[in-house]
């Protein structure tokens, strides 16, 4: 008696991903991925690492020499997985081609149809890297582009500036786009038929934050870090508090930390836990290397010392 078809088909798919994987494991010795790596190999600085972007962009023949044998495996395996790191929200299809320690190469593709295509957004992110998008099809869509200036305001240091609109780019099949990421944020609107691009976004010289403003009134409305060990720290600072297990060594340590936002969670949440342990080392960070930390040190040590006076000696 034959196997129920829900059986058949479990096998195919087992079989299918012993295929995939075997597959994969070959891939990152891909010709047409060593390829596209080669470009990053001697890139070691922004400029250096912009060139090899913009050159493989402007001629993105290289995209079919990369995605054709897996097209034609899909075609006559429709089981088969090709070997993309992938990701789906509603309103883009995406996936990863290439990562090197400088650049990391991406590929989507934007549903026009979607409801989300139709909704805009209620910010906009400076994602806090430079990249370079080829958009093989552009959707008859259009870009609107904002620049978020940061300032030195001579005492609190490095602060951010309301974004402001810089226009409205078209989109044709084929456009180049580079984007400032560092300081400036991009939306595709309204696009009519699907939008397929390839973009390379490098690594070198990113800001140390992404920053996310509203639409509409150009506010800054939050930032998060670009560095995911140092956010694993912050993560880790809080658990120990919560947990009541940190001590004055770890978060002494962590308070000297390269990262300046993470040395100011360590002092906050040391702070919450003892104090008075805290209390010198608060007092050197007044003259913290960051201008954040200084003027935050310089708000926080009276409030600290006020709090702890009455048990100090007369």
């Known amino acids: 008696m034959p196997a129920p078809i829900d059986d058949r088909l479990r096998d195919a798919i087992a079989a299918a991903r012993v295929r995939s994987l075997a597959a994969g494991r070959e891939w990152a010795d891909d010709a047409a991925v060593r390829a596209v790596t080669a470009r990053f190999a001697d890139a070691t600085t922004l400029a250096e690492g912009e060139a090899a972007a ?3 962009v402007e001629d993105a023949g290289w995209v079919t020499a990369l995605l054709a044998p897996w097209i034609a495996r899909l075609q006559g395996d429709p089981l088969f997985e090709p070997p993309f790191k992938s990701q789906r929200d509603p309103l883009r299809t995406g996936m990863v081609l290439a990562e090197t320690p400088v650049a990391s190469v991406t590929m989507a593709a934007i549903d026009p149809f979607a409801p989300a295509a ?23 869509a259009r870009l609107w582009r904002w620049r978020a200036d940061r300032i030195d305001d001579g005492w609190h240091g490095d602060i951010a500036v309301p974004a402001r609109p810089l226009g409205v780019q078209p989109l ?34 990113a800001a140390p934050f992404m920053r996310e403003y509203d639409r509409l009134s150009g506010a800054l409305v939050r930032v998060a870090t670009l560095d995911d ?17 940190g ?53 926080m040590l009276p409030v600290v010392e006020a709090r702890l006076e009455p048990a100090w000696p007369a």
């Open 172 to 205: 044709g099949d084929g456009a180049v786009v580079r984007l400032e990421g560092r300081s400036d944020a991009m939306l595709l609107v309204e696009p009519a038929t699907p939008v397929v691009s390839v973009t390379i976004t490098l690594r070198q010289s």
């Open 54 to 56: 913009r050159a493989l």
């Open 229 to 245: 060990g140092a956010a694993r720290s912050t993560m880790l600072l809080t658990l120990l508090r919560e947990l009541g297990q």
């Open 118 to 140: 139709r909704v805009l957004p209620d910010t906009i992110v400076v994602g806090g890297r430079v990249s370079w998008t080829r958009y093989l099809r552009g959707g008859e």
């Open 247 to 299: 001590d004055a060594e770890v978060f002494d340590a962590l308070s000297r930390d390269p990262a300046f936002f993470v040395r100011w969670d360590a002092m906050r949440e040391w702070l919450a836990t003892d104090a008075r342990a805290a209390l010198p080392r608060l007092r050197a960070m007044i003259d913290d290397p960051h201008p954040d930390i200084r003027a935050a040190a310089r708000a």
